[in-house]
C-alpha cells in the first residue's frame, strides 16, 4: 500500500519535474550563479572568472561598484596596453570586504598592478550593505567546482526566481542591476533620461559621521599588504555629480582624501586626483555611478595621470 502510494507521488510528480528542467533548459542563458553569498554581483563575478583558461593577470581592479562601473575595461586597456587586465568588483563591497577578498585572490592571480576606484560609500556604515563570504567566493572563483558549489547551496525557489530577474541583468544595461559583463569583467550602463531613477539620483554623499574608523584600518592594512606582495596600487577616488557638492561634502571629501593620500604615501602607493574638475551630469546613471560614455571619459583622464 505504502509502495503503491510512493510509486504514484513519483509519476504524479514527474510531469512538473520535466516542466522545471524544460524551462532551465530554454532559458540556461540566465541561470543564476551559486548561492554562495548574498551579493548577487560577486556569485556572477566568481562564475565569470571560473570559466576563464586562467586567472593570472598583469592587472586587477577589485572593489565596489565604484571600481566595476566607474573603470572602463576599454580606458584601462588603452592606457597601459595590456590585454591581461580583469575587474573582480562587485555590488556594495567595502574596504574590509575588499582587504579580506584582495588577500585570497592577488597570491593566484599574481597582478604587478591594483586598481581601486571608491568613494565615501565604501568606507563608511552601512547596514543594508550585502555580505560576501570571501573564501567561499575565492574558491569557487580559482577553479572550484560549480557543481559542488550548487550542491551546498541548494534552493530551486532561489534559482527560479533569480532567472527571472537574470532576465533583464543579463541584457538590459539600462537596468541598474545590469550584470552584462564585457571580457574583463566591467560593466556598462546606459540609463536613459527617462529610466533615471530620482531617489538614486539625489541620493546624498555619507556625512563624516557615517564614515567608520574600522574601513580605513581595513584600507590601511591592503596597502600594506600590496606592498608586501610587491603589486602597485592606483588609488582613484570616483567623483560624485556636480549637484550633490554642498560646502559639508565637500570638506567630507577633503578630510577623507587627506586620510586616504596619508596611508597611500606610507606604503608607496599612489593617488589619482579626480577633484580638481567636475563631470557634467550627462555623463551620470545616479549621484556617483557614470554611464558608459562617463566611465570612459573619467577614466582615460584619470588614468593618463598615472605614471
Not at 112 to 118: A, E, G, K, T, V
Not at 245 to 260: G, K, Q, S
Request: glycine share 6%.
Amino acid at each position: 500500500m505504502v509502495r503503491r502510494f510512493l510509486l504514484n507521488c513519483v509519476l504524479l510528480s514527474l510531469p512538473v519535474v520535466a516542466m522545471l528542467v524544460g524551462y532551465c533548459g530554454i532559458n540556461a542563458r540566465f541561470f543564476p550563479a551559486p548561492h554562495i553569498t548574498n551579493n548577487l554581483s560577486m556569485n556572477e563575478k566568481a562564475m565569470l572568472l571560473n570559466r576563464r583558461f586562467t586567472p593570472e593577470v598583469n592587472i586587477l581592479a577589485l572593489g565596489s561598484s565604484m571600481t566595476q562601473i566607474n573603470l572602463s575595461s576599454k580606458a584601462v586597456v588603452e592606457r597601459f596596453g595590456d590585454t591581461a587586465y580583469f575587474n573582480f568588483s562587485g555590488w556594495g563591497m567595502d574596504m574590509k570586504q575588499a582587504n579580506a577578498l584582495a588577500r585570497l585572490m592577488v597570491p593566484r592571480m599574481k597582478p604587478r598592478l591594483y586598481l581601486l576606484s571608491s568613494n565615501l560609500m565604501d568606507f563608511s556604515v552601512d547596514p543594508d550593505r550585502a555580505s560576501i563570504d570571501p573564501p567561499k567566493v575565492a574558491e569557487l572563483a580559482l577553479g572550484g567546482s560549480p557543481f559542488l558549489a550548487y550542491l551546498g547551496h541548494a534552493g530551486p525557489a532561489y534559482y527560479l526566481r533569480q532567472m527571472e530577474t537574470n532576465r533583464t541583468r543579463f541584457t538590459d544595461p539600462a537596468s541598474y542591476e545590469c550584470l552584462m559583463y564585457d571580457s574583463h569583467g566591467g560593466v556598462a550602463l546606459n540609463v536613459p533620461k527617462e529610466r533615471i531613477e530620482p531617489g538614486l539620483w539625489s541620493k546624498a554623499p555619507p556625512t563624516a559621521d557615517k564614515l567608520d574608523t574600522a574601513q580605513y584600518a581595513a584600507f590601511e592594512d591592503l596597502c600594506n599588504y600590496l606592498r608586501e606582495q610587491k603589486v602597485d596600487l592606483v588609488f582613484i577616488l570616483a567623483p560624485y555629480r556636480a549637484g550633490l557638492h554642498t560646502p559639508e561634502v565637500d570638506r567630507t571629501i577633503a578630510l577623507h582624501t587627506e586620510r586616504v593620500k596619508a596611508m597611500l604615501a606610507r606604503h608607496g602607493h599612489r593617488y589619482a586626483d579626480t577633484e580638481d574638475r567636475r563631470w557634467d551630469d550627462a555623463l551620470y546613471c545616479d549621484a556617483s555611478h557614470f554611464n558608459e560614455a562617463g566611465a570612459y571619459q573619467f577614466s582615460k583622464e584619470v588614468l593618463s595621470r598615472v605614471p
